[in-house]
Every structure is written in structure tokens, then in C-alpha cells.
């Protein structure tokens, strides 16, 4: 749904001058507080579309490959549970 509504300039001022400071835009600074209003919290902004998650989790895979390909060939994590608590006294 649209709703258009018209602001005093002196309220624009400073909707444009908090959204700046918080690096968001206007409209978007708007629309948290009209949730925030209604007891919505963020429902709706702050929360990343399908196509934004799916980049993040490109990145961390991506991010991911190069610790693998750092470690010499054929290394593998000892996980096995004496190496864990090795020294432990266990």
C-alpha cells in the first residue's frame, strides 16, 4: 500500500538530517518509526530480502574457501576427542 503524506518542512529537515546521520534513507528512517509507533518493531525494514541473505552466505562461503586453500596439502583438523583434551589431565 501507498500512503502519500506531507510534511512540514522544518519536520522533513529533520527526518532527512537523523537519516544521515544513521546512514539510512529517509524514507526507510519513516518507515521504522511509524512501526515503532505501532508496536511492529522492525518488522518490515532491517529485515535482508532473500536475494541479500543469499549474497551474505556467497560472501562467508567465499570467504571460506580461502582458509582451505591456505592449509598445505592433504591437512586435515585432528578432532578426535584425545586431541581435544589433550593436556587436560584427562
Do not use: C
Request: no cysteine; hydrophobic share 40%; glycine share 10%.
Amino acid at each position: 500500500m501507498t500512503i502519500r503524506i506531507s510534511l512540514p518542512a522544518e519536520i522533513e529537515a529533520k527526518l532527512r538530517e537523523r537519516a544521515a546521520a544513521e546512514g539510512k534513507d529517509p524514507v526507510a528512517l519513516a518507515l521504522e518509526a511509524v512501526q515503532e509507533k505501532l508496536g511492529l518493531g522492525k518488522l518490515i525494514s532491517g529485515r535482508p530480502d532473500a536475494a541479500e541473505r543469499i549474497a551474505a552466505w556467497e560472501r562467508f562461503v567465499a570467504g571460506m574457501r580461502g582458509l582451505t586453500e591456505a592449509l598445505p596439502s592433504g591437512h586435515r583438523a585432528d578432532d578426535t576427542r584425545e586431541a581435544i583434551y589433550q593436556g587436560r589431565g584427562e
